[in-house]
């Protein structure tokens, strides 16, 4: 297969979901995420754009089912090109001395563990010149009421970082990007009665942080 290969984790909804249907254009996209029917509805987007995918419903947070799909990756196309990483927990607000138990330990599975997991399944695939880009969110650090979002969301990207370092001259590149706020979800969670009309529509950040990749 000539085709490049893209492997998108948080392919479901906004904008994972928003990459993955911009990228299809020129990638076959291989979409992680939980929510089958969000998965299905994103093929059907897929394909009416000429594009196709293989669509992977499984938690990120599953070694075992990851560590599965990276060896079918493999078998199958002895590579990705791309992987586009834009899973993530956004734990309800509330104060630090009120941190629900169950809420940290999500966000710590799916924002920091998770990624640390991923990384090494990846980077084999990716080789020297293959690309992973995540997403950064730094204002939320330190921000009151985000205690476990922010401080999981600065853990995955310290680890980012650090691998963007070590690989700089060796490769796959790294990217990290900063998108602009959208009126996805987990902002609506984190900011209920925001006005939209002040948000970027994901397919049009998608756009724009795709040309800044150069991609």
Not at 104 to 118: D, H, Y
Not at 138 to 148: A, E, I, L, V
Not at 153 to 167: C, D, F, I, L, P
Not at 196 to 207: G, I, M, Q, T
Request: charged residues 20%; contains cysteine.
């Amino acid at each position: 297969m000539t085709q490049k290969i893209a492997l998108v984790t948080g392919a479901s909804r906004g904008l994972g979901a928003a990459f993955a249907e911009a990228l299809s254009t020129d990638y076959h996209v291989v979409a992680v995420a939980r929510t089958t029917g969000a998965l299905e509805e994103l093929d059907d987007r897929i394909q009416a754009k000429g594009g196709s995918a293989t669509l992977a419903p499984m938690d990120i947070t599953n070694v075992d089912a990851m560590a599965q799909l990276c060896r079918s990756i493999h078998d199958r196309w002895g590579k990705i090109d791309l992987w586009v990483h834009a899973a993530i927990h956004g734990a309800p607000l509330t104060p630090a001395g009120h941190i629900d138990q169950k809420d940290w330990n999500k966000s710590v599975s799916i924002n920091m563990t998770a990624t640390g997991q991923l990384i090494p399944f990846l980077a084999p695939l990716l080789g020297e010149d293959g690309h992973a880009v995540f997403f950064s969110d730094d204002t939320r650090t330190g921000q009151k009421f985000f205690g476990s979002y922010g401080a999981t969301k600065a853990a995955q990207t310290a680890v980012v970082r650090s691998w963007q370092a070590e690989t700089e001259k060796t490769g796959p590149r790294v990217s990290v990007l900063a998108p602009n706020g959208m009126p996805t979800g987990t902002r609506a969670r984190f900011f209920p009665g925001e006005n939209k009309d002040d948000l970027v529509h994901p397919r049009d950040e998608a756009a724009r942080l795709l040309a800044e990749l150069g991609l």
